[in-house]
């Protein structure tokens, strides 16, 4: 069973850093490109930032570039994303989702605040 | 590209046919595919280009459409069904619909 379980959220103050970590379970991750994608309370979803099978491309929304980075460790089957210089904004729950564009399995999400 | 999903909010009653749409900016392409999200769960897959069904979902959901202009209809609507809806293109860049919440009359 495809296990996507995210961790590292919280409250934290503008212009500060955060990193949130999703580990994997019941798939061969490495064979899989993986991504983010936000919920602000009560919107919409939101892409954030893709991630290719091997680690060596990557793709931001506009809003997040030079700010966050995603990144992944195939050998311990986790996605990271490094977020910096949160604004309000950022103020979402995070979700890891499996695949880069059509995303098939999601994990339960973790909440970020940013505020002062 | 804009994707705008009406209505914002659908009550119908167990039993019935419901029809949720969904609406391109541009040519999507049948890069279309719908999400079911329960209230404090994650989004789950329903359907993906435009009308193909994701493994283990019920018969009753289906998709269609073309160009910019899409569907998705719950031929008997059960209990379980009450959700938010959110289409989702992944033809131009990657981009949600605002979502139609389902409601049971």
């Known amino acids: 069973e495809v296990q996507l379980v995210e961790s590292g959220g919280g409250l934290v103050q503008p212009g500060r850093s955060l990193k949130l970590s999703c580990a994997a379970s019941?798939?061969?991750?490495?064979?899989?490109?993986m991504a983010w994608v936000r919920q602000a309370p009560k919107k919409g979803l939101e892409w954030v930032a893709t991630i290719i099978y091997d680690g060596s491309s990557t793709y931001y929304r506009d809003s997040v570039k030079g700010r966050f980075t995603i990144s992944r460790d195939n050998a311990k089957s986790t996605l990271y994303l490094q977020m910096d210089s949160l604004r309000s904004e950022d103020t979402a729950t995070y979700y890891c989702a499996r695949r880069a564009t059509l995303f098939d399995y999601w994990g339960q999400g973790v909440m970020v605040t940013v505020s002062s | 590209i804009q994707l705008t999903q009406s209505p914002s909010l659908l009550s119908a009653s167990v039993g019935d046919r419901v029809t949720l749409s969904c609406k391109g900016s541009?040519?999507?392409?049948?890069?279309l595919a719908w999400y079911q999200q329960k209230l404090g769960e994650a989004p789950k897959l329903l359907i993906y280009?435009?009308?193909s069904l994701q493994t283990g979902i019920p018969s009753r959901f289906s998709g269609s459409g073309s160009g910019t202009d899409y569907t998705l209809t719950i031929s008997s609507l059960q209990p379980e069904d009450v959700a938010t809806y959110f289409c989702?293109?992944?033809?131009?860049?990657?981009?949600f619909g605002s979502g139609t919440k389902l409601e049971i009359k």
């Open positions: 541009q040519n999507i392409n049948n890069y």
């Open positions: 280009n435009t009308n």
């Open positions: 019941g798939f061969t991750f490495s064979d899989y490109a």
């Open positions: 989702y293109q992944y033809n131009n860049g990657l981009t």
